[in-house]
């Protein structure tokens, strides 16, 4: 049997980033848990639909610089998974994958730079 690890075809990194997401009846504002050229997952205080199509802002701090110092890139998606998978009557942290479906080139080159400096063998 393959693993989901085994099935992705690019790199994924763990990391802590701010994160906007709009799509859906809420914007929410989190944090990323784990990143890839193909996806993000992250966590939101909102319950977001899977299938719902986002568009997402996020953070990536410069190399070295200060925490506030760094680039917003945009990226197009839609949610492919969702945890808990129903909304709750307990709001907290829901957990959300995202497909990229568009991603501007100056924003993949930014994304790409920023797994390639966080790659832990």
């Not at 980033?17 to 848990?33: F, H």
């Not at 193909?38 to 986002?54: A, D, R, S």
């Not at 925490?67 to 945890?83: A, H, I, L, Y």
Request: no cysteine; proline share 8%; net charge negative.
């Amino acid at each position: 049997m393959t693993s989901l690890s085994d099935r992705r075809k690019s790199p994924r990194i763990a990391a802590e980033l701010p994160i906007a997401v709009e799509g859906g009846p809420l914007e929410a504002t989190g944090k990323t848990l784990n990143i890839s050229e193909n996806g993000v997952y992250f966590e939101v205080p909102h319950f977001i639909e899977p299938l719902t199509k986002v568009r997402m802002e996020l953070f990536f701090p410069d190399e070295g610089g200060a925490e506030e110092d760094g680039t917003r890139v945009g990226f197009d998606g839609v949610v492919v998974r969702v945890e808990p998978e129903e909304p709750t009557d307990h709001p907290g942290a829901y957990k959300v994958a995202v497909f990229f479906t568009h991603v501007p080139e100056s924003s993949m080159t930014i994304l790409m730079a920023f797994i390639e400096r966080n790659m832990t063998d």
